[in-house]
């Protein structure tokens, strides 16, 4: 007999600073129980990529906002979970993933104009697949925002130092060389903008389970959100 996915109809909101594990967290919790996975940092990127490439600024909110408009895009579920960008058709997840393409997600990001836009995609794809597979969201302001009614909400954080080495073994396993001193800088720039905004700032919901993850490996913290999640009393 096969059982019923108990994470059916459940919603896990993950949010945290770069590198802090959000990601790799939530891929293996989509593969564990079987949820779709949405990483919302991907719009932001994708608005930033869309900007840079017509030769804008991200910084300027009226560049960022003409390059919200979504639908250019095809947002695709891969069958292992895995999610894709295509631009007419060309997947476009490598030049997305790159620094400059995340300073100006970030930048971007500050505009409330922009995090409108993007907020009903958001909303939609939780409810959309919420009921059928149960639903994973990571980003900034999911547990704050975007899902305030999460099953279950986790901050994954961790110290920039370790935050800004694991940037720079990510960037070495796709063949990029970084400097750690530029990176670091980087990603304390970008924890500035994102925890700074007025909108939506990156902060722990008051109801998330905080998990720093900066003496951990990847399996510990997946082992001790399971547990987390296992537990009777874990409903937030
Ligand atoms: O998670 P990421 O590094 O791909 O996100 C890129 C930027 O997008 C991040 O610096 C801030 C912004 N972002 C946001 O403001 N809100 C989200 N829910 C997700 C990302």
Known sequence: MTQRNPMIGKVIAIDGPAGAGKGTLATSLAREYRMKYLDTGTLYRTVAYKVL???GDP???????KACDLSDYDFKHMGNNKFCVLL????VMSELRTQSVGQGASKVAFYTSVRSAL???????AEKW?????????????????????DYKFFIDADPEVRAHRRIEE????????NFEETLSEILERDARDRGRKDAPLKPAG????VDTSHKNALQVLQMVMDYIS???AKV
């Open 88 to 91: 007419d058709g060309e997947d």
């Open 119 to 125: 907020k009903q995609f958001q909303i939609e794809f």
């Open 130 to 150: 919420a009921s059928q597979y149960g639903v994973i969201l990571d980003g900034r302001d999911i547990g704050t925002v975007i899902c305030p009614d999460a």
């Open 53 to 55: 490439r017509a030769g």
């Open 207 to 210: 109801d998330a389970y905080v």
């Open 231 to 233: 537990m009777p009393v």
């Open 171 to 178: 960037l070495k396993s796709r063949g990029h060389q970084a």
């Open 59 to 65: 910084a300027r909110e009226e560049d960022a906002l």
